[in-house]
């Protein structure tokens, strides 16, 4: 009759085995992808071109559900609280992830209780004036704004936003001294600056691109690291005299903390194949995006980044929850 410690270490080692057949069998029933926002936003198309080419690439149902409430909170933590199996995953937002925890106390830590996967797409912001603007360049802008301090206001889609915090550490970078005029949402942002209610916003690029036409509004920089293929005459912020300026928001798939590493890194290597398919990769770009699709190591590291980065940038701007 074995004993109670070899009964003890042939059950452990059922179970080991058990675990590393289900990793391997993997996936064999539909993924769910959880996004933090209602459905037809920018968050909400990424996650549904992502869906379509992974279930494709996986050979199972990806299913998106949106989940939206407590500025994204309630997603990450239904995402926490799921098994960790791979079948549960997190369109993440930087929001969620980098500037959320550092404004008001959640209920998940997102460096310990996720596993990065994957970034899926960037997208940085449009510095945006209305058709009523004389400013014709970054540097007429910044002049016009220094000689009324105090006194030229610029829109944001709510404290804590990145646009608020893009907004306010250009403003620290070229020492204006403005007026922020807070938003529920970048699209009402966006209609006041295009009516003239709002002399500038600094906006997703994807809410300003179907904008573009019939000088509704101008865009005087972006605020990425290189100029645009959606925007090729507009010049980044760096160039317009601000070396270094750069601020982006991303989209990235996360997994439940725990969730194992070949699941983790079958999803991001299927991604990065994706990356490389031009239809895919067109598919995002129409969305106003840029593929990544980098390993779960790059994600980590930028994660960690951009924790500093958005947590100096709360400082600077004071921002509060509305």
């Given amino acids: ?55 494709r690439k996986l050979n199972t149902s990806v299913i998106v559900e949106n989940r939206p409430g407590a500025n994204g909170a309630l997603a990450a933590e239904a995402v926490m609280r799921a098994p960790a199996d791979g079948y549960t995953l997190f369109m993440s937002t930087a929001p969620q992830m980098a500037i959320l925890p550092q404004l008001t106390k959640t209920k998940y830590d997102p460096v310990k209780d996720f596993e990065p996967i994957s970034i899926v797409a960037s997208n940085v912001f449009a510095l945006a004036v209305g058709p009523g603007s004389t400013a014709k360049t970054l540097s007429e802008f910044v002049a016009t704004a220094k000689a009324a301090p105090g006194k030229v206001s610029y829109a944001s889609a709510g404290n804590g936003s990145v646009s608020h915090l893009s907004m306010a550490m250009f403003a620290q970078r070229a020492q204006l001294d403005m007026v922020h005029i807070t938003y529920k949402g970048g699209a009402p942002a966006m209609a006041d600056v295009m009516a003239g209610h709002m002399p500038v916003y600094f906006a997703n690029v994807p809410e300003v691109l179907p904008h573009m036409g019939g000088n509704r509004v101008r865009v005087l920089a972006v605020s990425s690291s290189k100029r645009l293929s959606q925007l ?26 725990q969730t194992p590493k070949a699941v983790v890194d079958r999803i991001a290597a299927e991604l990065a194949a994706l990356a490389k398919e031009p239809d895919f990769v067109a598919k995002m770009e129409t969305l106003g995006v840029q593929v990544v699709c980098n390993t779960p190591t790059e994600f980590a590291a930028q994660l960690r980044e951009d924790i500093g980065v958005w947590g100096q940038a709360i400082k600077t701007s004071g921002a509060k929850l509305d």
């Avoid at 179970?15 to 993997?26: I, K, M, P, V």
């Fill in 232 to 257: 090729p005459d507009v010049p980044t912020v760096s160039e317009a005299g601000y070396a270094g300026f750069r601020s982006a928001t991303w989209n990235g798939l996360s997994a439940p903390a």
């Fill in 1 to 55: 009759m074995p004993s109670l410690r070899a009964l003890g270490t042939f059950l452990v080692l059922a179970l080991l085995g058990s675990a590393a057949l289900a990793q391997q069998n993997w996936p064999n029933k539909p993924i769910r992808i959880l996004v933090p926002f209602a459905a037809g936003g920018n968050t909400d198309s990424i996650a549904r071109v992502t869906a379509e080419s992974l279930a």
